[in-house]
T-cell receptor
């Protein structure tokens, strides 16, 4: 158990809908990272937050957004869902942001999103 | 060319064999991660290393920063080692993480 929790575990929804995925980092971790893992693309970095502020952006679509709240939990919002958004979504947490300092990340169990 | 390349893509071994998985990268990094993903989907961080060698049980990870290459070794492999092994590197001074495509390891009893 990494100490990172994600809810829900599974989510099935229809195209065009909007969903929210939630992540609670390990106690004391200030950074939260979101990743998408689809069958054809592998793991991809989406976005990172540090202590409530966005710190880095990867291949995140404009239909997706995220935020980190004062209690440090984070939410990833996916809207106007398409079939291709079906994937595993992982969040990870770490103590610090990654400004040149090695920084181990601890992964949550993931949310499996299926868009029908 | 991908920024992070792993080989082999698939690997089948007999229980007890010595396993090596390789990772080459082209982005500048301060550390490299080896991750393990089991069939259920969960990801576990195995190692984070920025130089030399690290050992944890039967797993050994090495990195050569000059050659931009890392290897993950598994000694005395066991069926429970069957998983996908992924190397990941952050871009230098950036929080963006780049992932290899993964190596699917199957260890047969």
């Amino acid at each position: 158990d990494s100490g990172v929790t994600q809810t829900p575990k599974h989510l099935i929804t229809a195209t065009g809908q909007r969903v929210t995925l939630r992540c609670s980092p390990r106690s004391g971790d200030l950074s939260v990272y979101w990743y998408q893992q689809s069958l054809d693309q592998g793991l991809q970095f989406l976005i990172q937050y540090y202590n409530g502020e966005e710190r880095a952006k990867g291949n995140i679509l404009e239909r997706f957004s995220a935020q980190q709240f004062p209690d440090l939990h984070s939410e990833l919002n996916l809207s106007s869902l398409e079939l291709g958004d079906s994937a595993l979504y992982f969040c990870a947490s770490s103590r610090r942001t990654y400004t040149g300092t090695p920084n181990e990340q601890f992964f949550g169990p993931g949310t499996r999103l299926t868009v029908l | 060319k991908n920024e992070v390349e792993q080989s082999p893509q698939n690997l089948t071994a007999q229980e007890g064999e010595f396993i090596t998985i390789n990772c080459s990268y082209s982005v500048g990094i301060s550390a490299l991660h080896w991750l393990q993903q089991h069939p259920g989907g969960g990801i576990v961080s195995l190692f984070m290393l920025s130089s030399g060698k690290k050992k944890h049980g039967r797993l050994i990870a090495t990195i050569n920063i000059q050659e931009k290459h890392s290897s993950l070794h598994i000694t005395a492999s066991h069926p429970r080692d069957s998983a996908v092994y992924i190397c990941a590197v952050p871009t230098y001074n950036n929080n963006d993480m780049r992932f290899g495509a993964g190596t699917r390891l199957t260890v047969k009893p």
